[in-house]
């Protein structure tokens, strides 16, 4: 097992991110920015991950359940033993400077 858990990528984590999408938007929540950071610390049979995100909003209604959505991407990456979801509002989403070119794009921001 000691060699599965250590082929945990945060290229297999950040595809796991991508996809969750935003429900109003329907657009990944890494296209349009909204993780800000992921560590991943070596635990005892497995790998703990901690991904620090924002909401496009702080009154979100969504938000409980996106945060949920990506706990459960995440927990299912094979190796992957512990999944904490930190929300954050600091720095405040902005999509024009924290969104992907083509995300921009779709939202209309030029």
């Not at 990506?70 to 969104?99: E, N, S, Y």
Request: hydrophobic fraction near 40%; include cysteine; charge should be negative.
């Amino acid at each position: 097992m000691a060699t599965q858990t250590s082929e945990v990528s945060f290229k297999q984590l950040g595809a796991a991110l991508g996809t969750v999408f935003d429900p109003e938007i329907r657009m990944s929540i890494v296209e349009l920015g909204l993780v800000y950071g992921v560590k991943v610390k070596d635990l005892e049979g497995g790998k703990a991950v901690t991904v620090t995100m924002s909401l496009t909003s702080p009154a979100c209604p969504y938000g409980p359940m996106l945060l949920a959505t990506v706990h459960g991407a995440l927990a299912k990456v094979p190796g992957v033993r512990d999944v904490d979801v930190d929300l954050t509002f600091t720095p405040t989403w902005d999509p024009r400077t924290m969104a992907s070119e083509e995300a921009k794009d779709q939202l209309g921001i030029y």
